[in-house]
């Protein structure tokens, strides 16, 4: 078979074992020939591709980021996108497309899947761990390492300074991130997207901290953090081209707002882009391998509008329209029952 491959969205580490994985056992296999397209779905409807073999993706399991480049956005935001994208699949001859990416990447696969028939599979990444209908996302255990290595570096200076660290991380709906690594990093209080928070509440936490000799603390907040209505200032929404709000900030605001209520030192620490930057761990080489190898299975039984799945320990496929227009959001259980027993 003649098999395509693309990375959507953003970049994370694992794409690079995922997409030797695809190539690795089509090749070895399945006597396929692969194809990655360049740059996403811009590489697809422009024709911008790259033979691939065993050979080409030598050293690339233990590398970041993504070979073939990477892009947001889709086919349905051009005149002609869909037509160009069901043109390349005539005249390039192709069997199949594999697409690795996130909720935007994965939905368009099954609107091209399921208005025009396409033999797509896809395989679910993102450092959020947001795609609904798999237990783990390949890139997720790699970004809450970082965030915790950076979380035990702050706890010596904030000690040093008597100061309150507030660390923001990446989950723009979700907090599976600052959940995860807030409960490795043994932060003072974890604020996520899926439960507003309380100003006052926060800084009542850390007056209480200090009450008993504990003069530095670690606050963990995701990106998309808001507070609770009438609490304090809600920040103004600014949207990107692809209708996004564009994040980040919300670690300053309320830092301020913790030194104007309690006169604590306060300070900011914005992770950003290193979350997903860089070797992927050695858990997200596995996982993004067994996804690669499971999605050119699925190719081959013809498995058209499905992702592959973690469930439980086993690899399996799901409709790629359960995904859709969904996010998953943190376990509360996770969160109320274990988090919070160590907040304060």
């Known amino acids: 078979m003649r098999v395509g491959i693309l990375t959507g969205g953003g970049d994370c580490p694992g794409l690079n074992a995922a997409i030797r994985a695809v190539v690795r056992k089509g090749e070895m296999v399945y006597s396929d020939q692969l194809i990655g397209f360049h740059d ?5 409807r422009e024709r911008r591709f790259t033979e691939l073999n065993v050979s080409s993706l030598r050293g690339m ?13 889709s086919p349905y935001d051009h005149p002609d996108g869909v037509q160009q994208v069901v043109d390349t699949f005539n005249e ?6 594999v697409v690795i990416g996130g909720n935007g990447s994965l939905s368009v696969a099954c609107k091209l899947h399921d208005d025009r028939q396409l033999p797509i599979v ?5 450092i959020d761990n947001d795609v609904v209908g798999t237990d783990l996302t390949f890139g997720f255990n790699t970004a809450v390492q970082i965030a915790t290595d950076a979380i035990d570096r702050l706890h010596t200076t904030a000690e040093s300074h ?40 926060v800084c009542a936490l850390l007056r209480r901290r200090h009450e008993r ?3 530095a603390s670690i606050v963990v907040v995701a990106e998309g953090a808001e507070p609770a209505e009438g609490t304090m200032h809600r920040r103004d929404k600014v949207y990107d081209q692809f209708g996004h709000v564009r994040l980040g900030g919300v670690a300053e605001t309320i830092a301020n707002a913790i030194e104007e209520r309690t006169g604590f030192e ?12 860089g070797t992927p761990s050695a858990f997200d080489r596995v996982l993004s391998t067994r996804y690669g190898v499971a ?14 799945a973690l469930r439980g320990d086993e690899v399996l496929t799901a409709p790629l329209s359960e995904t859709v227009g969904l996010s998953k959001p943190v376990d509360m259980h996770l969160y109320n029952e274990v988090a919070a027993v160590f907040f304060g």
Not at 295 to 308: L, S, T
């Open 40 to 44: 996403a779905w811009d590489g697809v």
């Open 61 to 73: 399991l233990p590398k970041g980021g993504t070979m073939l480049g990477t892009r947001r956005g």
């Open 92 to 97: 390039m001859r192709l069997d199949a497309l």
């Open 122 to 126: 896809g395989v679910p990444k993102t």
């Open 162 to 201: 008597d100061r309150v660290m507030v660390v923001e991380v990446m989950g723009r709906h979700s907090g599976w991130i600052a959940t995860h690594a807030g409960i490795a990093g043994g932060a003072t209080a974890i604020l996520i997207p899926e439960q507003p928070f309380d100003i006052d509440a």
């Open 213 to 215: 000799g504990r003069y």
């Open 266 to 277: 306060s300070r900011t620490v914005l992770l950003g882009h290193i979350q997903r930057g």
């Open 295 to 308: 999605a050119i299975d699925a190719v081959h039984v013809g498995a058209w509008g499905h992702m592959v």
